[in-house]
């Protein structure tokens, strides 16, 4: 799977919205777009995916640049809650089938303050 | 609809001996994914299964194994146990296997190996 940079830490105020980047310029025309998060001692919970356009769901929204090489996960307004490590992860199919594993980085270490 | 349910929670061993994790995915769920993670290392993919199929794998040692029963259920065994093998054991499931789905995690098994 291509791979993909993201800042190490990011801090956002309470009821603000928050803006997360992803850079993948080596992204295939078949990678999806994913991205996943992390709360303290929690398995990874799924937040939103995408391959071309942009995508809103109830939890957040994700930008997709016009050339496919970078993306941002857009949390509308922040609550403590979201404070999570935030993934950003490219998924291409096998050519034999199935789906390779999620691999996961090192992601954005998000900090929500009061 | 009930989530992803592991157990157990928390697994004390002695070096060299094996052990069986157990993951029951969502129900309908046929694709179920496990994942190694270490502070060191982050999150690992194992491998996948699919209609009792292993589909992809990560780069593993052959002492980790799994099946999925036939009730999409599964399973992974680590054998010879070494102290690095301590982590967060973490499953995921999903409703097909392709890259454009979403995975869905459990809780987490935590292995001490002592």
């Known amino acids: 799977d291509a791979k993909t940079t993201q800042p190490n830490s990011m801090e956002s105020n309470e009821e603000e919205p928050v803006h997360l980047p992803c850079n993948h310029s080596t992204i295939s025309g078949t990678d999806y777009i994913h991205w996943y998060r992390q709360l303290p001692s929690q398995g990874p919970e799924y937040v939103i995916h995408g391959l071309t356009s942009n995508v809103n769901n109830r939890m957040a929204s994700l930008a997709i640049a016009e050339d496919r090489k970078s993306s941002t996960l857009i949390l509308h307004r922040a609550t403590l809650r979201d404070a999570a490590v935030y993934y950003c992860?490219?998924?291409?199919?096998?050519?034999?089938?199935?789906?390779?594993?999620?691999?996961f980085g090192k992601g954005t270490h998000l900090i929500i303050q009061p | 609809k009930a989530g992803v349910t592991q157990t157990p929670r928390y697994l004390i061993k002695t070096r060299g001996q094996q052990v069986t994790l157990s993951c029951s995915p969502i129900s309908g769920h046929r694709s179920v994914s496990w994942y190694q993670q270490t502070p060191g290392q982050g999150l690992q993919f194992l491998f996948e299964?699919?209609?009792?199929?292993?589909?992809n794998k990560g780069n593993f040692p052959g002492r980790f194994s799994g099946r999925q029963f036939s009730n999409s259920r599964s399973e992974m065994n680590v054998s010879t146990l070494e102290l690095g093998d301590s982590a967060l054991y973490l499953c995921?499931?999903?409703?097909?296997?392709?890259?454009?789905?979403?995975?869905?995690f459990g809780q987490g098994t935590r292995l001490t190996v002592v």
């Open positions: 995921a499931s999903s409703r097909s296997t392709g890259a454009y789905t979403e995975a869905f």
């Open positions: 992860i490219l998924r291409d199919r096998p050519s034999g089938g199935g789906a390779d594993g999620l691999t």
């Open positions: 299964y699919f209609s009792e199929t292993q589909r």
